[in-house]
């Protein structure tokens, strides 16, 4: 049996940059070294370099070694990350059906499961994984995942709990859990994890968008603005990252702050939905109103951000207002916008109660009665906007 080369053993054992330096000597000594090109295209794999990994997999072919089981596997693993779901499957799939199949294609064979949407299916290629090899914490991670999509959240639970165990640094571990914990309204202990997530990880963007978030919902603004400028400074270019601080920048009533944040991005060009949004907000809360800047930015912040249903809705409010004593024609042009923020956003109760009262005013009452029956349907719309739809509907007889 042929020994493993010291790159590959780096490579598993996670230091990346060793198996980079060692595979490339080799390959620099020997350029049909089809192993040490294997190890190079899983290297730009994981660099995100799909180019160069398949130029290197094309190597490994002319070197005679296409048809070996690992060279099959970063095929696979190529297909994926491109999202060819049809040839990671028919790869996988075939790996499995080998003897003794590698742990790695029963894993690639659940992620690409769950693309496709077949939890179930899944559930069984990761859960053969983590029982063949139960001490790698990225096979509790995607098990972990397909349980909170099965609803079984116990042992969804106890598997990113066994994956942080043996992998403190994954992030993505951390994201997770403290999403299934705010879905449960558990923010404290959501907090609390992805406080220390950030204490092992403290430069990832990622948990320190989370952590801002969490305890906004939490209503500590101050502290989401901490973990908000923590971002930055790991960021400073970053584009969301500059969005995501003005609108807390916009929470915190410091407007001339957000605005030039703001300005930063439209300097670069990169001005973005969310940018654009916080622009408006910031002329809206002037004394006066700067109303008509406000408009341009909302329209602006509707082109940029072609799914989010916020900004319609909002520009449809604010021109609204300005047409409250007018004719009922007048609100035809919030109407149209309503009606597109309704369309990005079909299950959001803001945009339909909106829609009804603008189609009242127009006269359409028949229809006004008909969305807000639509809407009451919905078993999980929140007792607030319930109370609001049946006011309404009793108001329209």
């Known amino acids: 049996m042929n020994p493993v080369p010291r790159y590959e053993a780096l490579f598993k054992a996670g230091d990346l940059e060793g198996a980079r330096r060692e595979a490339t000597q080799v390959h620099e000594r020997n350029a049909r070294d089809w192993r040490a090109m294997l190890t190079l295209a899983r290297l730009a794999l994981v660099d995100g370099e799909e180019a160069l990994a398949e130029s290197l997999l094309l190597g490994v072919t002319r070197a005679g070694a296409g048809e070996q089981r690992e060279s099959r596997l970063v095929g696979a693993a190529l297909h994926t990350r491109r999202g060819e ?9 075939a790996l499995v059906a080998e003897p003794s199949p590698p742990t790695e294609a029963f894993f690639g064979l659940g992620y690409v499961r769950v693309e496709q949407g077949d939890a179930a299916a899944a559930h069984a290629a ?10 790698v914490a990225l096979h509790h991670f995607q098990l ?6 099965l609803d079984r959240l116990e042992e969804a639970f106890a598997h990113l709990e066994l994956s942080l165990h043996l992998d403190p640094w ?15 309204g558990e923010l404290e202990a959501a907090e609390d994890l992805l406080r220390q997530g950030q204490k092992a ?6 948990l320190l968008k989370a952590l801002a978030d969490v305890r906004l919902a939490r209503g500590n603004v101050r502290g989401a603005v901490s973990a908000a400028e923590a971002r930055v400074r790991v960021e400073p270019e970053g584009v969301a990252a500059l969005g995501h601080l003005a ?18 991005l439209e300097a670069r060009g990169m001005s973005t939905g969310l940018s654009r949004s916080v622009e408006a907000l910031v002329f809206e809360a002037r004394e006066p109103p700067d109303v008509e800047r406000a408009l341009a930015a909302w329209r602006e912040a509707v082109r940029l951000s072609p799914d989010d249903w916020m900004p319609p809705w909002r520009q449809a409010l604010l021109l609204l207002r300005q047409v409250e004593d007018g004719p009922p024609e007048a609100v035809l042009p919030a109407r149209a916008l309503l009606a597109e923020a309704h369309h990005r956003a079909p299950q959001r109760p803001e945009p339909v109660l909106a829609l009804a009262r603008v ?4 006269g359409a009452r028949e229809s006004a009665r008909e969305r807000l029956v639509v809407l009451l ?15 309404l509907l009793t108001e329209l007889g």
């Open 85 to 93: 779901w049809n040839q990671a499957l028919e790869l996988y799939r």
């Open 126 to 135: 990761l859960a053969h994984a983590v029982s063949l090899e139960p001490r």
């Open 144 to 149: 972990a995942r397909v349980l909170f999509l």
């Open 170 to 184: 994954h992030a993505p571990s951390y994201l997770v859990f403290a999403r299934a914990l705010e879905a449960g």
């Open 201 to 206: 990880v403290p430069d990832d963007v990622g």
């Open 247 to 264: 609108r807390l920048r916009v929470t915190e009533r410091r407007f001339l702050e957000a605005l030039e944040l703001c300005h930063q």
């Open 359 to 362: 189609e009242a005013r127009l």
């Open 377 to 391: 349907r919905h078993p999980s719309l929140e007792d607030d906007w319930r109370a609001q739809a049946e006011a």
